[in-house]
């Protein structure tokens, strides 16, 4: 995680640099301000350029100072980071706000920990003592898709209802109190909540950050055709480009402007492989004499995929002149 950490007391001051080493020591990145004294950094200046760009932000200080500060800078629980504040004395940890999402509730038990303060925790499936699917989710790697769902699953945890989760991946593990797994098809009706890549529509859906995206264009291809393209293939699969962590491709396209700027866009390592490399990845794939030709292997998208880790489940498609495949790479979750 990266951390900031703001002070407005010598005392205080102390307490932040103190967190920080521990952060440190725990292989966080942590760095101190001071909200007093001379040369003092202006607390609002520092919020908002810390809030973008920090996983938490601490105040070391009243509550209402850090209430009145990031008050403006509030978005969403979904993407604003764990802001916490505590005394000076160290005696209470208060996460303001992205409990669950953010991690504010568990980097309030952590700071607690290191210096003998309580955290005070008051979601309300912490303080029920039910099972919170946006900490599970987030403590999984998983995006929210769509967090204004939450209540709605938390609302009925809290009621002593019991959800649906059905899972495209394995779930190891006995599902906690209120849990039901079901499965997933057709004829089943929709889970409370899915965990997979592909869109639903009335689920709260848990997305993995696992599919590997491959594709193939003639050269020059501008990105606002890779983009359209890729958009028409992923919804044509009902895929949340959400879970897309990767696009590959051969090597010959390394330097197309096209791909590079999509994957820019949409935050996607890009990783491209030589033509022996992708001959040599086993498995089933469609063969064109033509692109072999032209690049010394019979099919560009779906063997980039599969050389870059991950399961072919949506083979080649042709999208406006562009190929695609889709592939996901092997994972497995726990309830724990």
Same mark, same amino acid.
């Given at each position: 995680m ?19 080493r ?8 942590a760095?101190?301000?001071?909200g007093?004294?001379e040369g003092?950094?202006?607390?609002n200046?520092?919020?908002?350029h ?5 996983d938490a932000?601490v105040f070391?200080?009243?509550t209402?100072?850090a ?6 800078l ?6 604003d980071?764990? !802001?916490? +504040? *505590? =005394?000076?004395? @160290? $005696?209470?940890a208060?996460?303001? #706000?992205?409990?669950?999402?953010g991690?504010? %509730?568990?980097l309030?038990r952590?700071i ?12 309300a499936t912490?303080?029920?003592? !039910?099972? +919170? *699917? =946006?900490?599970? @989710? $987030?403590?999984?790697?998983?995006m #929210?898709?769509n967090?204004?769902?939450i209540? %709605? ?7 002593g209802q ?9 779930i ?12 997933l098809?057709e004829s ?13 529509a009335?689920?709260l859906?848990l ?13 020059g291809?501008?990105?606002?055709k890779v983009?359209?393209a ?13 879970a897309v962590?990767t ?5 010959l ?17 890009f990783?491209?492989?030589?033509s ?9 794939f ?13 099919n ?11 399961n ?5 498609t ?9 592939a996901?790479?092997?994972?497995s979750?726990?309830?724990?």
């Amino acid at each position: 995680m990266k951390i900031a950490l703001i002070a407005f007391t010598q005392r205080g001051f102390d307490l932040a640099r103190d967190l920080a080493r521990g952060f440190a020591a725990e292989g966080d990145q942590a760095d101190c301000s001071k909200g007093f004294g001379e040369g003092k950094t202006d607390h609002n200046t520092w919020a908002a350029h810390n809030f973008g760009c920090c996983d938490a932000l601490v105040f070391v200080g009243a509550t209402g100072i850090a209430v009145r500060t990031i008050a403006p800078l509030l978005v969403s629980k979904a993407s604003d980071p764990a !802001v916490i +504040a *505590i =005394d000076e004395r @160290a $005696t209470f940890a208060i996460p303001l #706000v992205s409990g669950h999402i953010g991690g504010a %509730n568990k980097l309030a038990r952590r700071i607690s920990a290191m210096c003998g303060a309580t955290p005070v925790i008051t979601t309300a499936t912490d303080v029920s003592g !039910v099972f +919170a *699917i =946006d900490t599970w @989710a $987030t403590e999984h790697g998983l995006m #929210v898709a769509n967090p204004g769902r939450i209540k %709605n699953v938390s609302g009925a945890l809290l009621r002593g209802q019991t959800i649906t989760v059905g899972s495209e991946f394995p779930i190891l593990g006995a599902p906690p109190k209120g849990v039901k797994v079901v499965e997933l098809g057709e004829s089943e009706p929709e889970p409370d909540v899915l965990v997979g890549i592909h869109l639903n529509a009335s689920s709260l859906r848990l997305v993995p950050r696992c599919a590997i995206l491959g594709i193939g264009c003639r050269k020059g291809t501008p990105y606002s055709k890779v983009e359209h393209a890729a958009d028409e293939f992923l919804f044509g699969n009902h895929v949340d480009l959400s879970a897309v962590t990767t696009v590959a491709s051969i090597d010959l396209k390394a330097d197309e402007p096209g791909i590079l700027e999509f994957a820019k866009a949409n935050d996607l390592t890009f990783k491209t492989f030589s033509s022996q490399q992708l001959n040599e990845v086993s498995g089933e794939f469609k063969p064109s004499p033509f692109v072999s030709s032209v690049t010394g292997t019979d099919n560009v998208c779906e063997r980039s995929v599969v050389a870059a880790g991950g399961n072919v489940v949506v083979k080649k498609t042709i999208v406006e002149g562009l190929t695609f495949a889709l592939a996901v790479k092997p994972m497995s979750l726990t309830w724990q």
